[in-house]
C-alpha cells in the first residue's frame, strides 16, 4: 500500500536577515487533516517558519512543496497559494471601518467573484462556527480581543483553505478571552482542518495536536508526536524548555 503523501512539505528551508541566521535547514512534512504545534523559545524561528509557508517571507534556500507542487520559486503565484494557506497573526488585522461580517465578505467578493447576498451568507455562517452570530453588524473597536480575533480566524476560512497557520494568536489576549479563541481552533482540528499552530499555550498542544514540533535557534530540534512529548521522551533541551514554560 503506497504511503501518503504529505499535504505540505518543507524541505532544507534555511532563511536570513542580513547576518543573522532565522531558520537553518529546516525539514517538516505535514498531513491532511493533522494538526502540527510549534513551540519553542522566543527567537527560536518558529514564526519566520509560519511565514515562509505562507510565502510572506519567501526561503532563501530549501523547498517548499504543497500538494506535491513546489510553491517556492513562483511568488508571483503568492497570491493564489495564499487562498489554500491561510494565516491568523498575533495582531488580528481587521478593517476598522468594517463591520465583522463585512470583513469577513470582503475576499470572497474581491478574490472569489461572489455576490455580496453569497459572501454575506458565507460570513453568517462562518460567525456562527466561530460562536459569535450576533457580531455580524458590530465593528472591530466594538468587539472584545477575543472577538475580533474570532472574526479573524471566521475572515480567513471564507476562502475555504486547505491549511490554517496560527501565529501566536492568542500572544495579544487578556487571559479569559484566551480559552474562547484555542475552543474554536480545537474544534477546526478536530473537524479535520490541518492546521499549523505557533503557540505558548501548552493546554491547547495536549488538547489538539497530533505531532509537537520544538525549535530552537533557527533549527527543528525535536518532532515528536503529542503523547510522547508530554509523557517525556523528548530530548533534554526540550524536556527544560517545557519544565520552564510549565512551572
Known amino acids: 500500500m ?3 503523501r504529505p499535504l505540505l512539505e518543507l524541505i532544507g528551508i534555511e532563511k536570513s536577515f542580513g ?6 535547514t529546516c525539514s517538516l512534512e505535514v498531513q491532511e487533516k493533522e494538526t502540527v504545534v510549534l513551540i519553542g523559545p522566543s527567537g527560536s524561528g518558529k514564526s519566520t517558519l509560519l511565514r515562509c509557508v505562507n510565502l510572506l517571507e519567501p526561503p532563501d534556500r530549501g523547498n517548499i512543496l504543497f500538494k506535491g507542487k513546489d510553491i517556492g520559486r513562483d511568488l508571483r503565484a503568492a497570491p493564489l497559494i495564499r487562498q489554500e494557506i491561510g494565516m491568523v497573526f498575533q495582531n488580528f488585522e481587521l478593517f476598522q471601518h468594517l463591520s465583522a461580517a463585512e470583513n469577513i ?4 467578493m474581491k478574490v472569489l467573484g461572489l455576490s455580496r447576498l ?4 458565507i460570513a ?3 460567525l456562527r462556527k466561530v460562536r459569535i452570530p450576533d457580531k455580524a453588524d458590530s465593528y472591530p473597536d466594538e468587539l472584545s480581543g477575543g472577538q475580533q480575533q474570532r472574526v479573524a480566524i471566521a475572515r480567513a476560512l471564507a476562502m475555504k483553505p486547505a491549511v490554517m497557520l496560527y501565529d501566536e494568536p492568542t500572544s495579544a489576549l487578556d487571559p479569559e478571552m484566551i480559552r474562547e479563541v484555542l475552543d474554536v481552533m480545537a474544534e477546526l482540528s478536530a473537524e479535520g482542518m490541518t492546521s499549523i499552530v505557533v503557540t505558548h499555550e501548552m493546554g491547547f498542544a495536549k488538547r489538539a495536536a497530533d505531532r509537537i514540533v520544538f525549535m530552537e535557534a533557527g533549527q527543528i530540534v525535536e518532532i515528536a508526536n503529542s503523547a510522547d512529548f508530554f509523557g517525556g521522551t523528548v530530548n533534554a533541551r526540550a524536556r527544560q524548555f ?3 514554560i510549565l512551572h
Open 242 to 244: 517545557l519544565d520552564q
Open 124 to 126: 453568517l455562517g462562518l
Open 2 to 4: 503506497t504511503a501518503q
Open 19 to 24: 547576518q543573522l541566521q532565522a531558520l537553518k
Open 105 to 108: 465578505m470582503l475576499a470572497p
Open 118 to 121: 453569497d459572501a454575506h451568507d
